[in-house]
């Protein structure tokens, strides 16, 4: 909801192309996930983290908890990766909030 | 490999029935949690839990009941369910502990009628 906001909504990619996705957070968060959900609606965690930079493959995702935001980066996009970008966010109390998603298709 | 299976996979269910979905993890983590997720919002947290016999609002916990009576089983009732309560339902587990990554089943499609 509004303690976590993600942004763009939605995004369109050509095949090959880079790309970042944002989360902005109103609520005090020591850690952060990011999830996709695929087409038929299965979440898979990405990356978990606390304050710094994480990179798999071709994501690459950064929390600055001083400024309240987390970045996801994509690199090279395929057509695998479409589907909702989900963060969470997690204070001291172990049950992390959502955001509303950013939806992505890449294009061949 | 973590495991954390929900049924049932779909219901549809009368105004004013009870409704229970159920959760169970293989993953022997303590902490449990219950999302339900509609179109513009996301994952909304309804109910956790820390461990057996603990159960915490979230959110949305109004109209719902949770139940944790073992490490593995965590469920979700409607005791009277709403045409408002129709979303799909993610039950999800995670360590509690530094490193709380979240594991998600495959999600419950509820429609109340």
């Known amino acids: 909801g509004d303690q976590v906001k993600q942004s763009p909504s939605a995004l369109s990619l050509q095949e090959g192309t880079n790309s970042a996705l944002r989360c902005n957070f109103s609520?005090?968060?020591?850690?952060v996930q990011w999830f996709l959900q695929n087409p038929r609606g299965s979440l898979m965690n990405l990356f978990y983290l606390v304050p710094g930079t994480k990179e798999n493959g071709r994501l690459k995702s950064t929390f600055n908890s001083k400024e309240s935001y987390s970045t996801l980066h994509i690199r090279d996009a395929q057509l695998e990766d479409s589907g909702t970008y989900f963060c969470?966010?997690?204070?001291?109390?172990?049950?992390?909030?959502f955001g509303a998603g950013t939806k992505l298709t890449v294009k061949p | 490999e973590a495991a954390v299976t929900q049924s049932p996979r779909n219901k549809v269910a009368v105004t004013g029935g009870k409704v229970t979905l159920s959760c169970n993890q293989t993953?022997?983590?303590?902490?449990m949690y219950w999302y339900r997720q509609d179109t513009g919002h996301g994952l909304r947290l309804i109910h956790y839990s820390y461990g057996a016999g603990s159960t915490e609002k979230g959110d949305i916990p109004d109209g719902y009941k949770a139940s944790r009576p073992s490490q593995e089983n965590f469920s979700l009732i409607l005791e009277l369910a709403t045409p408002s309560q129709t979303s799909v339902y993610f039950c999800?587990?995670?360590?509690?502990?530094?490193?709380?990554?979240?594991?998600f089943g495959e999600g419950s499609r509820l429609i109340v009628v």
């Open positions: 999800a587990s995670g360590t509690g502990d530094s490193g709380n990554t979240l594991y």
């Open positions: 993953n022997n983590h303590n902490n």
């Open positions: 609520i005090a968060t020591t850690t």
């Open positions: 969470a966010a997690d204070g001291n109390n172990n049950a992390p909030r």
